[in-house]
């Protein structure tokens, strides 16, 4: 079975939350194609352009949560 990538952040505003995750997952393999992001009702507002900058970020994913 491959091992799946995860990382969490909390308290921090949310740009500091992506970067936070990104640098807690590291290197992406190029297979990865699938990422789940969850968040709560804080985050609400913020939450289509985080996961626009996750799609810049590692564009073969496709984002889901």
């Known amino acids: ?3 799946f990538l995860f990382a969490h952040a909390s308290d921090l505003t949310a740009g500091e ?3 936070d995750c990104l640098g807690q ?3 992406v393999p190029r297979q ?3 990422g789940f992001v969850y968040a709560t ?3 609400a ?3 289509a ?3 626009e900058r996750l799609q810049q970020q590692l564009p073969g994913v496709q984002w889901t949560g």
């Open 1 to 3: 079975m491959t091992p």
């Open 17 to 19: 939350l992506l970067d």
């Open 25 to 27: 997952l590291g290197t």
């Open 32 to 34: 990865a194609n699938l």
């Open 41 to 43: 009702d804080r985050l």
């Open 45 to 47: 507002e913020e939450l």
């Open 49 to 51: 352009g985080l996961v």
